[in-house]
Nanobody, 125 residues
Framework: QVQLVESGGGSVQSGGSLRLSCEAS????????MGWFRQAPGKEREGVAG???????RYADSVRGRFTISQDNAKNTLYLQMNSLKPEDTAMYYC???????????????????WGQGTQVTVSS
């Protein structure tokens, strides 16, 4: 059973940075496809960044150039480095896992099977 635990959220001012972590267990990291999603109050969950087993990445237009997704296979941990944060980045952030990989990586939540519990990111102006 795949288990995902996010951490690293918090409150920052506009322009600040945070690094989210997603510690995973129950699968082989090198063969997994992972993604980061977020959901703001009153809004639908949206894909932020994806990473497939070929180490290809994909980003939502709203975060491209500011966010970086990466994975440490030795630690079975997925990261999301978030720079130049904006108030509109405020949301609950979730990591997700899929045994089926797409090229480019998918940002559709329907293609991910397992989810973490989320970590809150709040950006103040």
């Amino acid at each position: 059973q795949v288990q995902l635990v996010e951490s690293g959220g918090g409150s920052v001012q506009s322009g600040g940075s945070l690094r989210l972590s997603c510690e995973a267990s129950g699968y082989t990291a090198s063969s997994a496809c992972m993604g980061w999603f977020r959901q703001a109050p009153g809004k639908e969950r949206e894909g932020v960044a994806g990473l497939n087993s070929q180490r290809k990445t994909r980003y939502a237009d709203s975060v491209r150039g500011r966010f970086t997704i990466s994975q440490d296979n030795a630690k079975n941990t997925l990261y999301l480095q978030m720079n130049s944060l904006k108030p509109e980045d405020t949301a609950m952030y979730y990591c997700a896992w899929s045994s089926v990989c797409y090229d480019p990586p998918s940002l559709s939540q329907n293609r991910y099977k397992n989810w973490g519990q989320g970590t809150q990111v709040t950006v103040s102006s």
